[in-house]
Antibody
Framework: QVQLQESGPGLVKPSQTLSLSCTVS??????????WTWIRQHPGKGLEWIGY???????YYNPSLESRVTLSLDTSKNQFSLRVPSVTAADTAIYYC???????????WGQGTPVTVSS | DIQMTQSPSSLSAPVGDRVTITCRAS??????LAWYQHKPGRVPKLLIY???TLQSGVPSRFSGSGSGTDFTLTISSLQPEDVAIYYC?????????FGQGTKVEIK
């Protein structure tokens, strides 16, 4: 069974950089065909797909966020990460990592980690 | 971007009832649709993909149908453990979009 676990700070000051990691167990992030995804949910709102990174390192981003976010892989730790510089209150959300092994739907998810942007 | 609209936003039904949730896409998406269940405090769970294919391990009381713009998720006999928020998601291409969710409760 694949399991994902997000980690990172729960509180980030405005204009600082948000960095989150997702540790994968039960599968290798270099698994052929695997896509590793970040999704967020603003308070009281629906789910927003942020982007995903392919096991080859190729990235795909939501055009609404493409200029602001960076996804990366750390094969030594079997992790993938999200970086959002210059955060604002609009980045306050629950951030989920997820996997897509069979296509572009998300077969395994992490618990989600809440992030608040506030001074 | 493709907009996904779910209805109703919430529902309450007795145990054993048949429950249907609808998801409508703003343009045709063939069968590129998935359904997820999110229980409070739990990890979101993939229920159905490609509109009607049940994910391994998902109870058979869950079913999905539809193609093009209109889709449904049906719970044939609602159980207490089905209390959750249900989301649809299209996967025709970047950016993938979700419905706003349907909260299912027991009456």
């Amino acid at each position: 069974q694949v399991q994902l676990q997000e980690s990172g700070p729960g509180l980030v000051k405005p204009s600082q950089t948000l960095s989150l990691s997702c540790t994968v167990s039960g599968a290798s992030i270099t698994n052929a065909g695997a896509y590793w995804t970040w999704i967020r949910q603003h308070p009281g709102k629906g789910l927003e797909w942020i982007g995903y990174i392919h096991y080859t390192g190729k990235t795909y981003y939501n055009p609404s966020l493409e200029s602001r976010v960076t996804l990366s892989l750390d094969t030594s730790k079997n992790q993938f990460s999200l970086r959002v510089p210059s955060v604002t209150a609009a980045d306050t959300a629950i951030y989920y990592c997820a996997s897509a092994f069979e296509g572009y739907y998300f077969d395994f998810w992490g618990q989600g980690t809440p992030v608040t942007v506030s001074s | 971007d493709i907009q996904m609209t779910q209805s109703p936003s919430s529902l309450s039904a007795p145990v054993g009832d048949r429950v249907t949730i609808t998801c409508r896409a703003s343009q045709g998406i063939s069968n590129y649709l998935a359904w997820y269940q999110h229980k409070p405090g739990r990890v979101p769970k993939l229920l159905i993909y490609s509109a009607s294919t049940l994910q391994s391990g998902v109870p058979s009381r869950f079913s999905g149908s539809g193609s093009g713009t209109d889709f449904t998720l049906t719970i044939s006999s609602l159980q207490p453990e089905d209390v959750a928020i249900y989301y649809c998601q299209e996967f025709t291409g970047v950016p993938y979009t979700f419905g706003q969710g349907t909260k299912v409760e027991i009456k």
